[in-house]
């Protein structure tokens, strides 16, 4: 298909599966210069906008919780998404067209239609795709299509239709970036991956995590909401190939991964270049850092309970740990769950926890949670 606009040659268009973890909601239209498109236009809106702009779909609070609340989520309610419609009115001085109630009863029954086509496959959403632009760091920002997203989203999808202009293909399969990750790839001992690559020649590997709804990674970012990620210190514990550091690029945090493996930390370079999202790498074991600069959020996950039992490695762990750390700490238990979790609240300065999610994962039960100061 192609799309014509005046006085430039016609682009053509294709549409393509896109992993959910990189459809980002819109830009903030001073950015993508749209000013002038939006009626009435206020200082207001632009405020109210900017809290749902440029986040990543399982972030978009309202719309993922009409939808959860239709699908029979007794912890859901529409009261968010009531709110953000009547806001993007009053904030421009605007009569909301639809009452409350007319609303709720407008999109169940867009919901209805779309969880009827859905059951007959990805037709329907193929042909009425979400549209989107690539932009760098590596994520697409819907232009049209949010409830639709967030709908296929909430319904499981790992991946999703986006219709985009043919360049913004080329930009992000990226030929030359994709030929050195399949030379990496072709190591026979490399036969397996931890986490999604997520590019559409390797959409037919399995990997050993994050692969079926909910992902841990789907977890924190529902637990995370809407806060603003922009400019926040994340470390990432024991980052194996870059899949949760590469995220938090995407939502503007300043990352740092560490990984002394050397063969992930090789592997996540190659990666990095593949999808356009790079971070900061230190290949020092945690245990071994006494400088390393405080950070807002972490994420830890199944990476403590490999020496959590040899005291010569787990005391400075933890206290690398708790200076490095200020915020908030996610993660993931090895097997030992109860003992895990009291090491690192008696360990270090987390006082409080909250669980997030019963989990499975390379053969063992595990749990969820993060730790807050």
């Known amino acids: 298909m192609a799309e014509y606009r005046t006085g430039e040659p016609p682009e053509q268009m294709i549409v393509a599966n896109v992993p959910v973890e990189l459809i980002f909601t819109d ?7 749209r000013e002038r498109g939006i009626p009435s236009f206020t200082e207001k809106w632009y405020a109210h906008h900017l809290l749902h702009s440029d986040i990543s779909i399982p972030r978009l609070e309202p719309h993922r919780l009409l939808f959860r609340y239709f699908m029979g989520d007794p912890a ?37 239609n779309m969880r009827d086509a859905l059951k007959k496959g990805l037709s329907y ?9 690539y932009n760098l760091p590596g994520r697409f920002n819907i232009r049209d299509g949010h409830h639709r997203a967030s709908f296929l989203y909430c319904s499981g999808l790992r991946r999703i239709p986006v219709r985009m202009p043919h360049s913004d293909y080329k930009r992000w399969t990226d030929d030359e970036a994709l030929k050195q990750a399949e030379n990496k790839m072709a190591d026979p001992k490399r036969k397996l991956i931890y986490t ?14 994050d692969e079926v709804h909910k992902t841990r990674l789907d977890y924190i970012l529902e637990y995370l909401g809407m806060r603003n990620l922009r400019g926040l210190k994340v470390l990432d514990i024991g980052c194996n190939i ?45 245990e071994a850092l006494e400088n390393l600069e405080e950070h807002d959020i972490g994420l830890m996950l199944t990476v403590f309970y490999h020496l959590m039992s040899d005291p010569a ?16 700490l996610f993660w993931e238990s090895g097997d030992r769950i109860a003992e895990e979790k009291s090491l690192l609240l008696n360990g270090t300065g987390f006082k409080t926890y909250v669980k997030l999610a019963d989990t499975f994962g390379t053969g063992k039960y595990r749990e969820l949670g993060v730790f807050l100061k």
Do not use: C
């Not at 959403?125 to 632009?133: C, D, G, I, L």
């Not at 999604?196 to 995590?209: G, K, V």
């Not at 005391?315 to 200020?326: H, M, N, Y």
């Open 27 to 33: 830009m903030d239209v001073r950015t993508a210069k």
């Open 76 to 112: 859901a309610s529409p009261s968010p998404y009531l709110d953000w419609y009547e806001a993007i009115h009053s904030t421009r001085g605007l009569e909301p067209p639809l009452s409350g109630s007319g609303l709720l009863r407008q999109r169940q029954s867009e919901f209805h």
């Open 125 to 133: 959403f193929t042909e009425h795709p979400v549209e989107a632009r």
């Open 196 to 209: 999604p690559i997520l590019h559409p020649a390797f959409y037919h590997m399995r990997s050993e995590r």
């Open 242 to 286: 870059g899949y949760y550091s590469r995220h938090f690029v995407r939502e503007g945090a300043l990352v740092t991964g560490l990984e002394p493996d050397n063969f992930h930390h090789e592997f996540l370079v190659v990666l990095n270049r593949l999808e356009h999202a790079s971070f900061r790498l230190i290949t020092e074991p945690m």
């Open 313 to 328: 490695r787990r005391e400075p762990f933890l206290s690398a740990l708790d200076r490095s750390v200020r915020g908030m």
